[in-house]
């Protein structure tokens, strides 16, 4: 894009946050009815983006962006295909809807204002992820849709399952995106790619790199946690504990397609090598069977359409992970028919829970004279969950399997993985849409009611979208599903399949399903029974092994704190000496850069004198019995180094250290008269033992390091700049001084404020009065008051 182009662009991706920024305002003076204004910022950023779709068909890209950190390469770059412009779509299409939604569903709601923001903010962060063409900006948008999700999972925060739910999704989510930013550096470093658009243009430069395991798995290890694959799909039912609205967003069109989206972008580039064909199609296919199982047994709405999300996400990765185009363009046909029924499906939940105030499957029934409109809405999504003809469901189910119909054990399995999920999908989705509705409503629900038009709306148009995409099946692969998959295999793409059934494989197993799915709905209540007798019977579930986990967490913190944290002053000391012994120990071990032991030097007698001095000021801090005697002995070897630099010509460093030493000694001896610490050392010798060791490793390794510091090659770049401009520029002949004053003019001054604070910090100790106190062990647990 240039000019007005990307200028626009631009506008589509910052209205999202003007709404944010707007909505407490609007909220507080038009109450639930600002819901209808602030829809206008996604709708304009949907129509602003429809506009780029008859070019993205024709096979353009769109490019557009500004360098943001010019001095490590990273640009805030975006780029328009048919996978980030139909995915721009759906969150701006269904954003609108949902925003709608929101305004009913949360009428009166005190905190509505910050919901809206909250939800603003996710939608700009969705929006720019699936945007965003450089690594670096994926990234930032991509953590920013982990923290706003933890703000929309924990809205409600007064509630202890809430801020669960939001802190397991932050935990999970929040460390595959640590993975993914590992993975970039990895790529930009490596290869030099910075940007999607150079990714893909690279070819083969991923997989054929030496790095390209390490990539595949962290590159996974974003995409499995964002996208729920087993065993991280335990945030994501969880999550449930959001509102309504956030659970029909993020299910629908945002955060658990983020990590399709990015399989789906980087296939390409990573896709069709062995470990792509084996890992995906695997945890896809288990994902796939252990969520539909588990959303039959859930007896309450939500957590049944969390646990089909589950399962819809493992034949999207499974999908990916077979890689041929056939599996491609059904997993694109699958990924806009799920956001579109599944968006209602959960809007239906939340109308039902409006109207009849539960959401218990066991609860429900008859409610389908009372809400009409919500019941049409819901048979509309379920139809097209179910893959029945003619909604966009079937297409996808019928192109899946067309992508799985040869005659090898591998597809063999990879199908009845998909017949069985997909049957256990059908009845879910029934389970859900039907059982509310038919039969005899419950004497426990009371005047149950239809919602207003922000309430049925938005289910209603998503259940139509998918009848209409179906129906209009050639404009609908020409605009949205071609481009998308042409974008995902890297080539273009042609997509035939439509709603009228033809007399194939796929067909006579798509109708095996629909029989599998009618017979598991007659028989759910048994299932629901069976699985829950087998749940029970393992005990255990990844849900236990993250609070397990976080237990432990705490637990060892809570240990090593205790441990390195005694409130003793010694063990303190004896810890940070410790571990700078171990800085400079273990590159000498690690690279065996051992420094070369000199020759002893020839010495003058004077020379001999001050070493002399150097070594017989040791023995009387080493045999001192009292402390005092110790620190006025340690100044002798201040005073000898201060003798050393002077027979070496600097004077001015010798001036400095006869300061520094004298300063030391007096405060050092002050604070001890002061303070009125025990005059003697009255420690174990054990202790003393080990004092004296950590002394002799610190002094070694500071010796060995400036060693090996000296005996590499001296580098004269600095000097020869202080030496050519010292005068030329601060006016100065002595280049010390220069250096101070000027080329480190404000370093000096921090450093003499460090001095002065230090003065002033001893000031302050000496003049405490210390009583005699036990240990107190610090607990990191103890409640902040």
Not at 114 to 128: D, E, T
Not at 436 to 460: A, C, S
Not at 507 to 523: D, E, K, N, R, W
Not at 613 to 632: D, M, S
């Amino acid at each position: 894009m240039t000019g007005i182009e990307a200028t626009t662009g631009y506008i589509a991706l910052a209205l999202p946050f003007l709404a944010a920024a707007l909505a407490p305002l609007l909220t507080r003076f038009l109450g639930q009815h600002a819901a209808w204004p602030l829809a206008l910022a996604p709708a304009a950023a949907f129509v602003i983006l429809f506009g780029a779709v008859p070019g993205v068909a024709a096979g353009d890209v769109f490019l557009f962006g500004f360098d943001w950190i010019p001095s490590f390469d990273v640009r805030f770059s975006f780029r328009l295909d048919g996978l980030s412009t139909v995915f721009g779509l759906l969150i701006t299409g269904i954003g609108t809807l949902i925003v709608l939604y929101s305004g009913g569903y949360l009428a009166g709601h005190r905190d509505q204002g910050r919901f809206f923001s909250f939800i603003f903010l996710f939608m700009g962060s969705m929006l720019g992820l699936v945007l965003a063409d450089d690594l670096m900006t994926l990234f930032v948008y991509w953590e920013l849709t982990s923290i706003t999700s933890f703000l929309l999972i924990g809205f409600d925060h007064h509630r202890e399952a809430a801020r669960r739910g939001a802190i397991q999704a932050l935990v999970i989510t929040g460390g595959g995106g640590l993975a993914l930013l590992a993975g970039f550096i990895v790529i930009r470093e490596l290869t030099g790619l910075a940007s999607m658009t150079e990714v893909l243009a690279a070819g083969d430069a991923l997989r054929d790199s030496a790095l390209y395991v390490p990539i595949f798995i962290l590159v996974l290890c974003g995409a499995f946690t964002k996208s729920a694959q087993m065993p991280f799909h335990v945030w994501l039912p969880n999550a449930m504990e959001a509102p309504t609205p956030v659970s029909a967003y993020l299910h629908s069109a945002t955060m658990v397609k983020a990590g399709i989206y990015l399989l789906l972008r980087f296939h390409p580039a990573l896709g069709d090598t062995t470990l792509w064909t084996t890992i995906l199609p695997a945890f896809g296919a288990v994902t796939l069977v252990v969520g539909a199982l588990l959303a039959v047994r859930a007896s309450e709405i939500k957590i049944t359409l969390a646990y089909t999300t589950v399962a819809s996400l493992g034949l999207l990765v499974m999908l990916i992970g077979v890689g041929t185009e056939a599996a491609i363009v059904g997993a694109v046909l699958y990924l806009i028919a799920h956001s579109l029924f599944k968006g209602g499906l959960f809007m239906v939940a939340g109308s039902v829970d409006h109207g009849a105030h539960t959401r218990e499957i066991d609860q429900l029934g008859g409610l389908g004279r009372a809400m009409p409109v919500t019941f049409a809405a819901a048979m509309l999504c379920a139809l097209s969950m179910g893959g029945v003809t003619p909604f966009v469901g079937f297409l996808a189910k019928e192109e899946l399997y067309h992508a799985l119909e040869y005659a090898d054990p591998y597809y063999v399995a990879l199908m009845i993985a998909a017949i069985l999920g997909n049957a256990l999908m059908f009845a879910a989705a029934f389970i859900v849409a039907l059982k509310p509705f038919v039969g005899r409503m419950p004497e426990t629900i009371h005047h149950p009611h239809e919602g207003g038009l922000t309430i049925w709306l938005g289910p209603l148009v998503l259940g139509v979208a998918g009848l209409l995409g179906a129906l209009f099946y050639a404009t609908y692969h020409r605009l949205f599903s071609g481009p998308m998959a042409s974008a995902a295999v890297g080539a273009p793409v042609t997509i035939e399949i439509g709603w009228v059934p033809h007399l194939n494989l796929a067909f006579a197993l798509s109708m095996a399903t629909i029989a599998l799915g009618v017979a598991i709905y007659l028989l759910s209540d048994r299932l629901r029974a069976g699985i829950g007798g087998f749940l029970a019977a393992i005990g255990w579930g990844p849900d236990k092994g993250f609070d397990q986990a976080m237990r432990g967490l705490i637990r060892s913190a809570t240990a090593i704190t205790r441990l390195l944290q005694p409130g003793q002053l010694d063990q303190y000391m004896a810890v940070t000496i410790a571990v700078i012994i171990a800085a400079l120990f273990g590159p000498l071990i690690y690279t065996g850069g051992w420094p070369a032991i000199p020759a002893f030097p020839r010495l003058h007698f004077y020379e001999w004198a001050v070493f002399a001095l150097l070594l017989g000021g040791i023995l009387p801090v080493v045999l001192a019995t009292n402390r005092l005697t110790a620190i006025l002995a340690l100044g002798i070897q201040g005073f000898a180094v201060a003798l050393i630099f002077m027979l070496l010509g600097a004077p001015d460093l010798s001036f400095t250290q006869f300061m520094v030493e004298t300063l030391s000694v007096v405060i050092l001896t002050l604070a001890m008269t002061r303070l009125k610490l025990s005059v003697s050392d009255h420690r174990p010798r054990r202790d003393k033992l080990q004092a004296g060791f950590l002394a002799i490793a610190a002094g070694s390794g500071f010796g060995l390091f400036l060693l090996s510091i000296a005996q590499r090659p001296f580098d004269r770049s600095l000097s020869d700049f202080f030496e050519r401009y010292s005068y030329a520029i601060a006016h100065g002949r002595n280049i010390v001084n220069v250096i101070l004053v000027d080329f480190r003019g404000v370093d000096t001054m921090g450093e003499i404020a460090v001095v002065m604070v230090t003065g002033l910090a001893v000031l302050a100790l000496i003049r405490v009065r210390v009583g005699p106190k036990g240990v107190r062990y610090v607990n990191p647990l103890e409640k902040t008051p």
